[in-house]
């Protein structure tokens, strides 16, 4: 007895079922699929970052630029 997943398309919500057959997979299609792609291509995804100046491990030891070659 295997029971079939059920998951949402992340790009219109419809419900999909989980199983090797769906090659969309979690996508409910090709369209869904690449309209997703375009928003990554677009970079329409990030990851917000804050720095902190202590979090940074940079050692002020070392120079920032090189030596002059001659």
């Known amino acids: 007895m295997s029971s079939k997943r059920i998951v949402s398309c992340p ?5 999909v079922q989980w ?8 996508f409910c299609s090709e369209r869904c699929k690449l309209i997703d792609l375009g ?6 995804y990030s990851v ?3 720095e902190d100046k202590d979090d ?3 050692d002020e030891s070392i120079p920032l ?6």
Request: aromatic share 6%.
């Open 19 to 26: 199983i090797p057959e769906n090659r969309y997979r979690p």
């Open 65 to 70: 630029t090189r030596p002059a070659v001659k």
């Open 39 to 44: 928003a990554w291509a677009a970079e329409k």
């Open 11 to 15: 790009q219109c919500g419809k419900a």
């Open 56 to 58: 940074l491990d940079v």
């Open 48 to 50: 917000p970052v804050t």
